[in-house]
Structures are given as structure tokens and as C-alpha cells.
């Protein structure tokens, strides 16, 4: 049986990821900070484990839960959205450390734990990305502390892909989805944007060479950085 480990399931795209995993049979170990996600989680019979990547002594559980585990995917999925800004606005510490903290400080918190199990079965360490992190790609300053959280983000994916020897590490673009983040006039349905991301992460393994610390698009198109 394949598994995987979704960390930041309890609503939208996480979700999503930890229904479709299910739905094919696999072995799932899904994340939330609060019982009502942790109840949802286990009411798709996932493995439920209750972590708030923000919090060290929340993270210093996670490796003996999943002693023993060969993970074929890992997905960090944690993430919160900043205040909507234009152009450069000001912004306080406290919007800073909550848009920092859980989109970079726990992803780099989280890597190091979980990465020695996806080794082990060869597998993909996806980390949710977000166009928006694309200095390359960026047109607008809009939203700036999330743009620059996300460009983080994918330093940390290129960083842990060059300690990878087996695993296989990408930054994903979800595109715009409709989720409580995206809003009800977002382009795709959690459905298309999660089941294309699974595609990638799918295909990552074989296309190591290539694949591995690379950023792509929901449909598998490469971005760059």
C-alpha cells in the first residue's frame, strides 16, 4: 500500500489531497491544529495527527508518529494567506511573523523531519508554492508579504532538494483555486487543481534528473523562479 502524508489537510486543498489519496486505496497521515479538522480528517479514514507547524514543541511529536513509515508523497500544504496590500505598503511585525511563520518557518521546521522517511521509499516532497513567488514572473507588487513569503518558500524547496539523494522535491503552483483563500471566482475547482498536482508529484520520481528541486504549475508546466 502507497502512502502518503499531507500536512495542512483540514480544509480546502489539503483536503482534497487526503480524500483523492483515500479514494485510491492509499495509506494517508494527515495533519490539523484544532480537533474539529483532526474529526473531518478521520471521517475520510485518514490517519489523523495533530500538529501546529508554528509551535517546535508541537513539531517535536512528528517523527516518532511516523517511525517506521515509508512515505511515497509528502505535501506541505500549511499555509495562510497576508492582508491584500497595493504597491508598497507598510507592513507591522505582527502581519510579518503570522505570514512568515507558518509559510516559511514551518516549512523549514517540517523539512528536515520529514524528509528522511520520503527517502526511503524514493518519493515526492511536494511544498504548495504559489505563482506569486515568481520574481521572474512577477507583473504586479501587489500583496507583497505573501509574494516575498512565497519566494522564500522556494528557496526552501531548492535548498532541501540538494540534500535529496533519493527523494524528489518540487514547489507546486496550485493555479487559483476555489477555496476560503481563493474565493468563489477563482479559475479551477479544488478537484482539477489537486488532482494535476498529484499528477506532478506522480511523474516526479521517474523524471528525478529533472524534476527534482523544480517549481511547476497544478498541470505540470515548469515556472521559473
Not at 517535536?60 to 509528502?74: F, H, K, N, P, R
Not at 506541505?76 to 505582527?94: F, M, W
Not at 539523494?165 to 479551477?188: F, K, L, S, Y
Request: with cysteine.
Amino acid at each position: 500500500m502507497k502512502t502518503a502524508l499531507i500536512i495542512g489537510a483540514s480544509r480546502g486543498i489539503g483536503m482534497e489531497f487526503v480524500r483523492q489519496y483515500r479514494e485510491d486505496g492509499w495509506r494517508v497521515f494527515a495533519t490539523a491544529c484544532n480537533e474539529d479538522g483532526l474529526a473531518a480528517l478521520r471521517a475520510l479514514d485518514a490517519e489523523a495527527l495533530k500538529l501546529d507547524v508554528t509551535r517546535v514543541e508541537s513539531l517535536s511529536g512528528l517523527s516518532w508518529q511516523l517511525d517506521g513509515v515509508e512515505l511515497d508523497v509528502a505535501v506541505y500544504n500549511a499555509g495562510v494567506n497576508s492582508e491584500r496590500t497595493t504597491g508598497l505598503a507598510p507592513i507591522t511585525k505582527d502581519e510579518f511573523d503570522r505570514v512568515f511563520h507558518t509559510n516559511v518557518l514551518g516549512a523549514m521546521q517540517v523539512a528536515p523531519l520529514v524528509l528522511p522517511f520520503v527517502e526511503a521509499a524514493g518519493g515526492s516532497f511536494g511544498f504548495l508554492s504559489s505563482r506569486m513567488g515568481s520574481v521572474e514572473l512577477m507583473e504586479s507588487n501587489g500583496s507583497w508579504l505573501y509574494r516575498a513569503s512565497k519566494a522564500a518558500v522556494n528557496s526552501v524547496v531548492k535548498a532541501v532538494s540538494l540534500e535529496a539523494q533519493r527523494a524528489t522535491c518540487v514547489a507546486m503552483h496550485p493555479g487559483w483555486v476555489r477555496t476560503d483563500m481563493g474565493g468563489e471566482n477563482a479559475d479551477i475547482d479544488v478537484e482539477t487543481s489537486v488532482s494535476g498536482m498529484r499528477g506532478v508529484l506522480g511523474r516526479a520520481p521517474g523524471e528525478r534528473a529533472t524534476h527534482n528541486g523544480g517549481f511547476y504549475n497544478y498541470d505540470g508546466t515548469p515556472f521559473p523562479w
